[in-house]
């Protein structure tokens, strides 16, 4: 099972721009669909973006798309998201998690991810 590594969260004001980073181990990383989630205190997990494994096709979830940007380096066992414009709303712990599928451009975004990291705070202040 791939281990999943979350970092460049932190404290930012808002209108400014963070990009997290995920780093996968312990299995072939290009053998994984990425997504991003995000969870808010007393909210239910939300799903964020995707990237198929092959990089070709990207899903956002409502109102992200636009501000936020996700992509993946197979190179270098990981994927990244770019967030832009963050808004005070954005604040939550955001996770890694991966998906075993077979079709290299496509992300099953409504089943489960099997593989999950252990999350980065954002935090956007006014």
């Known amino acids: 099972q791939v281990q999943l590594i979350e970092s460049g969260g932190g404290l930012v004001q808002a209108g400014g721009s963070l990009r997290l980073s995920c780093t996968a181990s312990?299995?072939?990383?290009?053998?994984?669909?990425m997504g991003w989630f995000r969870q808010a205190p007393g909210k239910e997990r939300e799903f964020v973006a995707a990237?198929?494994?092959?990089?070709?096709?990207?899903y956002y979830g409502d109102s992200l798309k636009g501000r936020f940007t996700i992509s993946r380096d197979n190179a270098k066992n990981s994927v990244y998201l770019q967030m832009n414009s963050l808004k005070p709303e954005d604040t939550a712990v955001y996770y890694c998690?991966?998906?075993?599928?077979?079709?290299?451009?496509?992300?099953?975004?409504?089943?489960?991810?099997?593989?999950w990291g252990q999350g980065t705070q954002v935090t956007v202040s006014l």
């Open positions: 998690a991966a998906q075993t599928i077979s079709d290299s451009n496509t992300v099953n975004i409504k089943t489960d991810f099997g593989s």
């Open positions: 312990g299995g072939i990383f290009s053998n994984y669909a």
């Open positions: 990237v198929s494994r092959s990089g070709s096709m990207t």
